[in-house]
C-alpha cells in the first residue's frame, strides 16, 4: 500500500525517536570500557604517536596491544575533549536518529508501506534494543547503525529498486565500519544469509555468489587496512572465538527469567512468524513466498544469536523491525487473534492513525522537556559509594580512588575486570593494574579467569583458591568489595593489611610493602555527597596523565 509522503513522516520518526531517548535517558550509567576507549585517544594525541603495546597492566605488561576499537578511540576523544558531555550525549543521540532514520527509510521507500509498521514497531521493540544504548556511549554504536544501513541498502537491490551497482559500497563501509568496532563481523554474516537466501530462492548458486564475494571482501579490506597490518585478522579470531561466558553481557539467554522477557519475545517471534507466514501463503504466491526467504534467514539467525549471547538483542530487534511488513500479514492476524480484537483494531486505526503518533509526539517532548530540568538529558550520572539510584547499576569506587591518588604509595593494584580502565584513567603511571576491560586485546585467557576466580562472588571455593596466586604474584595492592568471600582469607593471612574501607569497597596493601612507606593518613575527605557526572573525571590532569613515556616500546 503506498502512502504519501510528507511532514507527516518526519512526525512519526521523532516521536519514535523521542520515546526512545527518554526510556534510555532514565537508564543512563557511564560504561567502564570508556575510559578504555578515552585512553588510547588519550596517548595517541597527547603521546604523539600510536600505541602498540600496553602500559596499564602489570599482568600484561608491554603485551602487544591490538585494538580493535582504535578508531572509536580517537572519535570519542575529540568530542568529550571538544564539545564536553553535553555533546557526547548529542551524538548518541544523533546515531539513534540515524538508526530510525534507516528504518523509516526502508519501509517508506523501499517496501512502501505507513510508517506506522515502523512507529508501533520501534515503540514494541524499545525493551530489547534498549540494552545496547542505556550505558553513555560504547564502540557498538556505529555497528548498530551501519548494520542497519547494510539492509537497507541490500533490501533495495533484492527488491529490485536499485542496481546491484549500489552494493560494492559495502566494503568501503565494511573498511570504516571494521576500524571502529569488531562488531563489522554482523556485517559479513549478513551478507552470508544474503548469500544462502538468494541462492534458495533463485535455486541457483550463480545468484548468491555477489553477496558471497562482498561478504569477503568487507572481512578482508579493515583486516588488511588497519594501524596493524594483516596480522589483525588472526586477533579478530581470536577475539570472536574467545569464550566470554563469565562477562554477562555475553551471557547465554536463560529463559524463565522476567529480566530477559522482551529478548525473549523476540526470540519466540523471529522463529514462529516466518514459518506462520509462509504455511499461510497460497499455491499461487509461489513469488510472494520466495521474498519471504531471505529476510526469514536473517531473523532466525538474529535469534539464535539472542539466545548464545543477550548482547545481540538490539539486532534482533532491529531485524524484525526492518523485515516487519514482509513477515507480517491480514492473513497472519485472522489467524493469530481473536476476530472481535481484529474488528476492534480496524475501528482504531482509522480513529487514531493521526492523533496517536501525534499523542506520541506530544507527551514525548513533554517528557524531554522534563528529563532536561530534573536528570539532564545531556549528563550522565557517575554513582559511586553513596548513589541510591537504584538505575545505575555500577557503584564506582570512588573513595578508594581518592584515597590511592592522596597516598604515597604506588605500584601493582589488583582490580576486577569491569574497573580497570577506570582506575588507570586516574591512577596511572601510580598504579598499573591486573586486569581491565581490554581482555581479549592485551590479555591471556589464563590471566581473564584467574581474575575472575579471585573476584568470584558465587563460587567461595573458587575464590579461596585464588587467593595462594594472589600471594605469590606481583600483586602489592588490593582493590577488593567488602561482601567478596576471600576479604577475611586475605586478612588473617597477615600478609595484607586494610589500609581504607568504607561500607562497598576496601583497599589492602601487602604489608611487607606498606612498611617502606611512612604512616599516611588523608589530609581531606575521600567521599563527597554530591553527584558526580562525566565531565568531573575528564579533566584536563587526567588528558595529560595518560601518555606514553619516553621510554615505551
Not at 543521540?93 to 534507516?102: A, H, K, N, P, Q
Not at 573498511?175 to 537466501?197: D, P, T
Not at 579470531?237 to 539467554?253: K, N, Q, V, Y
Request: proline content about 5%.
Amino acid at each position: 500500500m503506498k502512502v504519501s509522503l510528507g511532514l507527516k513522516n518526519t512526525g512519526y520518526l521523532l516521536a519514535a525517536w523521542l520515546m526512545a531517548i527518554l526510556y534510555v535517558a532514565t537508564g543512563h550509567f557511564a560504561d567502564p570500557d570508556l575510559w578504555g576507549r578515552l585512553s588510547m585517544g588519550a596517548l595517541y594525541f597527547q603521546g604523539g604517536r600510536f600505541p602498540y603495546h600496553d602500559i596499564f597492566s602489570y599482568t600484561a605488561s608491554h603485551a602487544r596491544w591490538v585494538d580493535h576499537e582504535w578508531l572509536t578511540g580517537l572519535v570519542f576523544y575529540q568530542l568529550l575533549t571538544r564539545l564536553g558531555e553535553p555533546g557526547f550525549l548529542a551524538f548518541k543521540y544523533g546515531m539513534m536518529l540515524g538508526i530510525f532514520g534507516l528504518l523509516f527509510r526502508l519501509h517508506r521507500k523501499v517496501y512502501q508501506v505507513s510508517p506506522m509498521y515502523t512507529l508501533y514497531g520501534l515503540i514494541l521493540t524499545v525493551g530489547a534494543y534498549s540494552v545496547g544504548l542505556y550505558a553513555t556511549v560504547r564502540s557498538h554504536i556505529f555497528t548498530f547503525l551501519f548494520f542497519a544501513l547494510f539492509i537497507y541498502l541490500l533490501e533495495q537491490v533484492r527488491l529490485g529498486r536499485r542496481s546491484r551497482n549500489v552494493l560494492l559500497v559495502l566494503p568501503l563501509i565494511g573498511l570504516i565500519w571494521g576500524n571502529l568496532h569488531g562488531g563489522f563481523i554482523m556485517g559479513v554474516l549478513l551478507l552470508g544469509c544474503y548469500a544462502i537466501g538468494e541462492a534458495i530462492r533463485h535455486r541457483s548458486l550463480r545468484a548468491g555468489w555477489v553477496y558471497g564475494a562482498l561478504a569477503l571482501a568487507t572481512f578482508l579490506l579493515p583486516g588488511v587496512l588497519n594501524p596493524y597490518g594483516p596480522s589483525y585478522i588472526s586477533f579478530l579470531f581470536h577475539a570472536w572465538t574467545l569464550d566470554r561466558s563469565h562477562i554477562g553481557e555475553w551471557s547465554a539467554m536463560r529463559f524463565g527469567l522476567w529480566y530477559f522477557l522482551p529478548g525473549q519475545l523476540l526470540v519466540v517471534a523471529a522463529l514462529t512468524l516466518p514459518l506462520l507466514r509462509g504455511l499461510l501463503l497460497k499455491q499461487a504466491d509461489v513469488r510472494k513466498g520466495s521474498l519471504l526467504i531471505t529476510p526469514s534467514l536473517v531473523v532466525v539467525w538474529l535469534a539464535l544469536m539472542t539466545v548464545k549471547g543477550v548482547r545481540f538483542q538490539p539486532f534482533l530487534a532491529w531485524g524484525l523491525v526492518a523485515y516487519a511488513p514482509l513477515l507480517l500479514s491480514s492473513e497472519l492476524a485472522k489467524v493469530v487473534l481473536p476476530a472481535f480484537v481484529i474488528q476492534f483494531g480496524r475501528k482504531q486505526v482509522s480513529a487514531f492513525k493521526n492523533t496517536l503518533p501525534l499523542l506520541i509526539l506530544l507527551v514525548s517532548v513533554a517528557g524531554a522537556v522534563y528529563l532536561q530540568t530534573t536528570i539532564n538529558l545531556f549528563r550522565v550520572p557517575v554513582g559511586d559509594e553513596l548513589t541510591q539510584d537504584p538505575h545505575i547499576p555500577i557503584r564506582y569506587p570512588l573513595g578508594a580512588l581518592n584515597y590511592l591518588k592522596q597516598s604515597p604509595y604506588q605500584g601493582n593494584l589488583s582490580v576486577r575486570f569491569g574497573f580497570g580502565e577506570f582506575i588507570y584513567w586516574h591512577l596511572y603511571p601510580q598504579f598499573k593494574v591486573s586486569m581491565d576491560g581490554r581482555y581479549e586485546e592485551v590479555y591471556s585467557q589464563d590471566e581473564f579467569l584467574r581474575n575472575d576466580a579471585f573476584y568470584d562472588k558465587e563460587d567461595p571455593f573458587r575464590a579461596f583458591k585464588a587467593i595462594n596466586k594472589v600471594k605469590q604474584d606481583k600483586t602489592e595492592f588490593i582493590l577488593l568489595e567488602t561482601s567478596l568471600p576471600n576479604l577475611g582469607g586475605l586478612i588473617q593471612s597477615g600478609d595484607w593489611k586494610v589500609i581504607y574501607s568504607d561500607r562497598f569497597y576496601v583497599v589492602l596493601g601487602r604489608v611487607s610493602v606498606l612498611n617502606t612507606y611512612p604512616p599516611f593518613v588523608p589530609t581531606g575527605p575521600v567521599l563527597s555527597d554530591r553527584i558526580f557526572t562525566l565531565a568531573d573525571f575528564i579533566t584536563p590532569a587526567d588528558l595529560r596523565r595518560i601518555q606514553q613515556p619516553s621510554g615505551s616500546p
